[in-house]
């Protein structure tokens, strides 16, 4: 009724809807209970950490967000509010270019992993893949290297093409990181990964190059992962008008987001960056 009173008298909408204009007046004058009030308190709160998500997080990173910051709410009242409200998480983007292409000539390294994306500590396992970038000004491509014990992006770079080049620039920011030694490098069986160049360099740093079967996702779930958190949060959401757009608003989201604030639920809702000090503080206080 309150909705529509600029266009209806509130006598008759009343009488349509079987209320007596006395008990309209007295709902519409009566003060909100204590649950409403906490309620648009804590819908405040959500709008917050959800704007400061970069309108990523759904319900599940919004609660430990604030579970974080000390307060304890249900995560139904959390989804509820947010449902309400019409805040959502970020979602999925389908199809794109095939990035990944294998030289049938040469032999591929031994898959290592076998699907045990697993490890104990720093510099065991890296994971690495390829994706691409549309823009207005043609495909832009992102080659990546994790690691696995802490899922924190630590090489990673960017061109024009598909050229061994391109995985070889981020292997050298990993191997300039971290000073690995006998680390496993896991990819596909790109041609990227398969290079003479590639074999050379990993054996020159201390990588043990891994490869897993050829058109299993599976078989390089992490990475695939990441690209799926990746495309989610930041692809699906932005239009880049040109390649030196989309270079920055990979480095923001990698460097500024990524690594260092946003939550990760196979690390317990931290960010990667803290997850590593939290462990290195564990580790020194033992």
Not at 73 to 94: F, N, S, T, W
Not at 199 to 208: H, I, L, N, T, Y
Not at 252 to 262: D, F, K, T
């Amino acid at each position: 009724m309150s909705a529509n009173q600029a266009c209806f008298p509130i006598a008759p909408m009343a009488r349509v809807l079987g209320v007596s204009k006395a008990g309209y007046y007295a709902w519409l004058h009566r003060c909100p209970s204590a649950h409403t009030v906490a309620d648009a308190a804590l819908l405040k709160r959500v709008r917050t950490v959800h704007a400061s998500s970069r309108q990523t997080y759904g319900a599940p990173r919004v609660h430990a967000d604030l579970r974080a910051q000390g307060e304890r709410h249900g995560r139904k009242r959390i989804a509820r509010l947010m449902r309400d409200a019409g805040l959502v998480g970020a979602c999925h983007r389908r199809g794109g270019p095939t990035t990944t292409q294998r030289d049938k000539e040469v032999r591929p390294a031994p898959d290592l992993v076998d699907r045990n994306f697993t490890a104990s500590g720093p510099n065991q396992l890296w994971i690495a893949d390829i994706t691409y970038l549309p823009t207005a000004a043609g495909f832009l491509y992102l080659a990546v290297v994790l690691d696995v014990w802490s899922r924190k992006v630590i090489g990673w770079s960017m061109a024009n093409h598909l050229r061994a080049e391109l995985v070889l620039d981020a292997l050298e920011m990993a191997v300039g990181q971290r000073r690995p030694k006998d680390v496993v490098h896991h990819s596909d069986q790109g041609s990227q990964y398969t290079s003479l160049a590639f074999g050379k360099r990993c054996s020159e740093a201390g990588v043990r190059p891994s490869m897993g079967s050829v058109g299993d996702a599976y078989d390089n779930a992490m990475a695939e992962s990441f690209f799926s958190t990746l495309e989610a949060e930041l692809l699906s959401r932005r239009r880049f008008a040109s390649q030196a757009e989309a270079r920055m608003a990979c480095f923001s989201y990698i460097e500024g987001w990524y690594n260092p604030v946003r939550l990760h639920s196979g690390l317990g809702y931290q960010s990667p960056m803290t997850y590593e000090a939290n462990m290195q503080t564990a580790v020194t206080e033992t």
